[in-house]
């Protein structure tokens, strides 16, 4: 059974730096692509990075310059470097996995919190 268990969250100030880790039950690298999304109380759940197995990223315009997704195939650990964060950061984070074929698997979830 795939499991992904998120951590890093928790309470910073704006302009601080967090990072988020996602360490999965399996090999990282059976999964054609692993990303980050978020959401927000009252709103939807949003794409923040994405990264592929042959470790190609993308990221959402609204991070672009602030935030680094990578992966550590040897712990089977995807990361989500947050740089200069923003109130309107503020979301509970969550990591996925996209297998080749099938539906995507989701952790748990992990809570930021950005004072201003």
């Known amino acids: 059974q795939v499991q992904l268990v998120e951590s890093g969250g928790g309470l910073v100030q704006a302009g601080d730096s967090l990072r988020l880790s996602c360490a999965t039950s399996?090999?990282?690298?059976?999964?054609?692509?692993m990303g980050w999304s978020r959401q927000a109380p009252g709103k939807q759940r949003e794409l923040v990075a994405r990264?592929?197995?042959?470790?190609?990223?993308n990221y959402a315009d609204f991070v672009k310059g602030r935030f680094t997704i990578s992966r550590d195939n040897a712990k089977n650990t995807v990361y989500l470097q947050m740089n200069s964060l923003k109130p309107e950061d503020t979301a509970v984070y969550y990591c996925?996995?996209?297998?080749?074929?099938?539906?995507?698997?989701w952790g748990q979830g992990t809570q930021v919190t950005v004072s201003s």
């Open positions: 996925n996995a996209d297998p080749t074929y099938g539906n995507t698997y």
């Open positions: 990264i592929t197995s042959g470790g190609g990223t």
């Open positions: 399996v090999r990282i690298f059976s999964f054609a692509a």
